[in-house]
């Protein structure tokens, strides 16, 4: 299933087809930076700890990410193609794979 770029919003968990979990952390113009987990992830069943420790965030266009292929996924008991992170949890999804520059150099540009 592809995501319709409207359905792309920062703060938002969504999960590949290939097991890869990505949180969005910020968006600008067409442009997005995303914390991507490792592919093959074991299903989470409650957001206890996010999955992108030690992963490089990446940024692409809006259009990029929604091409990929994602699947509905169940957590904290509710399926849906995507899933709100709480302030917290967004916070630690950016320090896990040390964003917070290039999100503040999106968010200037």
Same mark, same amino acid.
């Given at each position: 299933m592809k995501l319709k770029e409207k359905q792309v919003e920062v703060g938002y968990l969504y999960l590949t087809g290939a097991n890869q979990y990505r949180a969005v952390l910020a968006m600008?113009?067409?442009?997005?930076?995303?914390?991507?987990?490792?592919e093959g992830e074991k299903r989470l069943? =409650?957001?206890a700890k996010l999955?992108?420790? !030690?992963?490089?965030?990446?940024?692409?266009?809006?259009?990029?990410?929604?091409?990929?292929?994602?699947? /509905?996924f169940e957590l904290n008991g509710v399926e849906a193609i995507k899933h709100q992170l709480t302030?917290?949890? /967004? =916070?630690? =999804?950016? =320090?896990?794979? !040390?964003?917070?520059?290039?999100i503040a150099a999106l968010l200037a540009e």
């Open positions: 600008k113009g067409e442009f997005i930076i995303y914390a991507p987990s490792v069943t =409650a957001m999955p992108f420790e !030690n992963q490089p965030f990446k940024k692409c266009r809006i259009e990029t990410f929604a091409k990929k292929d994602y699947q /509905l302030e917290s949890q /967004l =916070a630690e =999804a950016i =320090a896990q794979c !040390n964003a917070k520059a290039a």
